[in-house]
C-alpha cells in the first residue's frame, strides 16, 4: 500500500538555528499539505500545494516559515529561524486532488524539540 | 468558517464495553465528515468518512458514525473496545472550500483491562 513518506522522524534544534523536513507524497497525488501539530491540539493546516503552486497559505508564519514543492512532486518545510513555540508535530498528507471529499493521507510526522 | 468541536479530550472505558466518541461542527455549507485515528507518535490514519448517501457509516475494525445534519453532529461509536482501541481519535469536516480540513483537539481513548 502506498504510503506518504516524511524525514527526518525526530529533530531537535536549538533556537535561532534552520530546520528543514521532507514530505514524499503517495504517488499521483496532486495536493500536499503540511500541517503543524501541537501536543493536545488537532493537526492545523500550514500550506496547501495544488502541483507545484501555493493554493493556501494563509496560516503560514511567513517571516519564519517556507514551503516549495518545486517540481509538483515532493515538498520540503523550512523553518529559519527556529523559535521555542515551534516544538510540534509536523505532518505532511496528500491526496488525489482538491476537491472537498477527497481523503486525506498523512504520513508518520517529524516531531520536533527547540530548546 | 467551520470549527470542529469534541467535547471529550478523554475517555476512559473498560474492554468489551462500548463507547461513544462525540463530534460536533458548525459550518454554512454542506459539509464532508471524517474520523481519524493516531497511534503515539504516529501520523493519522483515516477511520472513515461520510461524503452523501446513508447517514451510518462504518469502519472494517468495529467503528460506527452516524451523520445528524439536525444536531451538526458525526459521534464515533463502538459497541465493545479492544485494548489495541486505545489511541486518540480525531474528528475532521471539509466543505466547499477545496478540501482544507478543520480537526477537532481530539479525543484519548483509553481501554482498560
Known amino acids: 500500500e502506498a504510503e506518504v513518506a516524511q524525514s527526518p522522524r525526530y529533530k531537535i534544534t536549538e533556537k535561532s538555528q534552520a530546520v528543514a523536513f521532507w514530505c514524499d507524497p503517495i504517488s499521483g497525488h496532486a495536493t500536499l499539505y503540511w500541517y503543524r501539530q501541537i501536543l493536545g491540539q488537532g493537526p492545523e493546516l500550514l500550506v496547501q500545494?495544488?502541483?507545484?503552486?501555493?493554493?493556501?497559505d494563509s496560516q503560514l508564519p511567513k517571516d519564519r516559515f517556507s514551503a516549495e514543492r518545486l517540481k509538483g512532486v515532493d515538498s520540503t518545510l523550512k523553518i529559519q529561524p527556529a523559535e521555542l513555540g515551534d516544538s510540534a508535530m509536523y505532518l505532511c498528507?496528500?491526496?488525489?486532488?482538491?476537491?472537498?471529499?477527497?481523503?486525506?493521507?498523512f504520513g508518520p510526522g517529524t516531531r520536533l524539540l527547540v530548546l | 468558517a467551520q470549527s470542529v468541536t469534541q467535547l471529550d479530550s478523554q475517555v476512559p472505558v473498560f474492554e468489551e464495553a462500548p463507547v461513544e466518541l462525540r463530534c460536533n461542527y458548525s459550518s454554512s455549507v454542506s459539509v464532508y465528515l471524517f474520523w481519524y485515528v493516531q497511534y503515539p507518535n504516529q501520523g493519522l490514519q483515516l477511520l472513515l468518512k461520510?461524503?452523501?448517501?446513508?447517514?451510518l457509516v462504518e469502519s472494517i475494525n468495529g467503528f460506527e458514525a452516524e451523520f445528524n445534519k439536525s444536531q451538526t453532529s458525526f459521534h464515533l461509536r463502538k459497541p465493545s473496545v479492544h485494548i489495541s482501541d486505545t489511541a486518540e481519535y480525531f474528528c475532521a469536516v471539509s466543505g466547499n472550500n477545496f478540501n482544507k480540513f478543520y480537526f477537532g483537539s481530539g479525543t484519548k481513548l483509553n481501554v482498560k483491562p
Open positions: 500545494f495544488q502541483d507545484e503552486s501555493v493554493v493556501d
Open positions: 461520510y461524503l452523501s448517501g446513508s447517514t
Open positions: 498528507a496528500s491526496s488525489l486532488s482538491r476537491l472537498s471529499q477527497e481523503t486525506q493521507y
